[in-house]
């Protein structure tokens, strides 16, 4: 009896918490910690800068549930054909260069077919053979991309011409060496001394030119030896470890002096066979580096939609700043009416609860005891208390959405993570339950309007879930989800209609609060005017 009581008082007690945890105190508890989360973002960038997304698009990354490579905290564009006039303004004027051996020529090879239209590239090479030295030049915008064979840094005339060339000087430089010098050093070790002695010639080449010629050292891929034709190689020999011997030679002279471009060997890692003879890459790989580097020099000049990688930071739009006039007005009428006239609001609660104690306020608070000049404050000031309710929703939602303050990343659906979140907000959709007010004669006591709009808020609510987490790749989810965007639709059109029908409301006042309703927000997110 005692563990029967014991459990009891629990119960009791529980209820007695949930009694007063009510919610209005959730809300108020999620605002809290929204607005302490984003002062926090706010001081480490303003203790830290913006996160640099070129820097993550080189260096870092993910691999997705697809096998796809994705970069940390920004978006990346997926260049197609389409794009290629806009790629071509963006690189009109300028000289692309890259240096290096048989891997480096893929890499130009695949910009260079982009160029020009063409989805072919090769997947058999010949490492014994030596690239030609190659260019494609465009007349009608202006731009050079050239490849110039460089193996092994030990000709500092050649790699000094191609930075100073006078005709052709570049504005972008791709250096990447590795393999065939590898190939040909038979698991030496004097060469990888010789390396750095030839990279330490022209670090000061490569440092002194950074200011006008955007240098990149691309990383090496690793191997696979099981790929490898034996007959091919004979007594050469080159592995794994050579490779990373050359790539921390570079990474220890380089690193923080000129950009890392690390990223491609997670793109490697994303293919079961990614090379074609184990030494080299497949062209799905090749075209997914060639992506990458399209992002890092386009972005900035196309403004795809869809990407926030290598984008600078946006400026505010008209829209945004009509918007934040309007907000920022109201926010001075608010904190003048809700300082300078608190006497009002007192004189109004004293007139009601001495002229009649159980009267209660209307939704704006106002009583009709007040004199007609209190009347008007009041309503003034629950006008502007609501737009600055709707500013800092907006504002909130631009900061999210449209700045660098937050970092953003490629959906991924995890089945677990979006049936977490309608558990939870089931949760908290508890605290909130109450009795139905008393209804109209007109309404009825099933499907009146408080039900409905409770049915249509959790419809919303399921629907972002659907869209934040990406879970249209289920055939299940999103059929259900597409009968419940029916319903909200038909929920909609009839409550409109059955308010006509009642009201006989059809003038344009009502029609202009009902598109301010759905299009407010996305009028301050317009980006571009």
């Avoid at 800068?49 to 564009?77: A, K, M, Q, V």
């Avoid at 048989?102 to 997947?123: F, I, M, P, V």
């Avoid at 030596?130 to 991309?145: A, G, L, Q």
């Avoid at 937050?406 to 677990?416: A, E, I, T, W």
Wanted: glycine share 4%; hydrophobic share 40%; with cysteine.
């Amino acid at each position: 009896m005692k563990c029967l009581n014991k459990v009891f008082d629990c119960f009791s007690d529980i209820e007695d918490i949930l009694h007063y945890i009510s919610g209005e105190w959730l809300r108020f508890f999620s605002l809290l910690l929204g607005f302490t989360l984003l002062c926090l973002r706010i001081l480490l960038i303003g203790v830290f800068g913006f996160p640099d997304t070129c820097s993550s698009l080189l260096t870092g990354g993910y691999i997705s549930r697809t096998n796809e490579w994705r970069p940390y905290g920004c978006l990346l564009h997926e260049y197609r054909a389409r794009d290629l006039n806009s790629v071509e303004r963006c690189i009109s004027g300028r000289n692309i260069a890259f240096l290096g051996d048989t891997r480096t020529h893929q890499q130009y090879q695949s910009l260079a077919n982009y160029l020009k239209n063409e989805n072919y590239l090769n997947d058999n090479h010949d490492i014994r053979k030596t690239p030609k030295d190659e260019f494609i030049y465009n007349d009608n915008f202006d731009y050079n991309v050239s490849f110039t064979w460089v193996p092994d840094l030990s000709n500092f005339e050649l790699v000094r011409s191609v930075y100073q060339t006078k005709s052709f000087r570049p504005q972008t430089v791709l250096h990447s060496i590795g393999p065939w010098l590898s190939f040909h050093s038979n698991d030496d070790l004097h060469n990888v001394y010789q390396f750095r002695v030839n990279l330490s010639n022209i670090f000061n080449l490569l440092v002194n030119e950074s200011d006008s010629v955007d240098t990149i050292w691309l990383l090496q891929e690793p191997l696979e030896p099981h790929r490898m034709n034996r007959s091919l190689w004979g007594d050469k020999r080159i592995t794994n470890e050579q490779l990373r011997l050359y790539d921390d030679t570079a990474l220890g002279l380089l690193q923080g002096r000129v950009p890392i471009w690390s990223s491609n060997q997670l793109t490697f890692s994303s293919q079961v066979n990614s090379t074609s003879d184990g030494i080299h890459i497949v062209s799905k790989v090749i075209k997914q580096d060639t992506n990458i580097l399209l992002n890092y020099l386009c972005n900035n000049f196309v403004y795809p939609t869809d990407a926030t990688c290598c984008m600078p930071r946006s400026t505010l739009s008209y829209s945004q700043v009509i918007l934040l006039t309007i907000f920022t007005i109201a926010v001075i009428f608010f904190i003048f009416y809700r300082l300078s006239l608190p006497s009002i609001f007192l004189r109004v609660k004293r007139k009601t609860s001495v002229l009649n104690p159980a009267e209660e306020d209307d939704s704006n608070g106002i009583s009709e005891f007040a004199l007609p000049d209190e009347r008007v404050a009041v309503r003034r000031y629950h006008i502007s208390l609501n737009v600055v309710k709707l500013g800092l929703l907006i504002l909130y939602i631009v900061i999210c959405d449209r700045t660098n303050v937050f970092s953003v990343s490629h959906k991924q659906f995890n089945p677990y993570y979006f049936a977490i979140a309608l558990v939870y907000s089931l949760f908290i959709g508890l605290f909130s339950w109450h009795k139905l007010p008393d209804l109209d004669p007109v309404d009825t006591p099933v499907l009146n309007r408080h039900q409905t709009d409770e049915w249509k808020g959790w419809m919303q609510l399921c629907i972002l879930f659907y869209h934040f987490y990406g879970a249209s790749h289920l055939l299940p989810i999103y059929m259900h989800i597409r009968m419940l965007v029916g319903t909200y639709v038909f929920l909609s059109a009839f409550g409109h209609f059955s308010y006509f029908l009642k009201t006989g409301d059809f003038g344009i006042n009502r029609i202009i609060r009902v598109i301010f309703r759905k299009f407010s927000n996305r009028f301050a997110l317009f980006r571009y005017e």
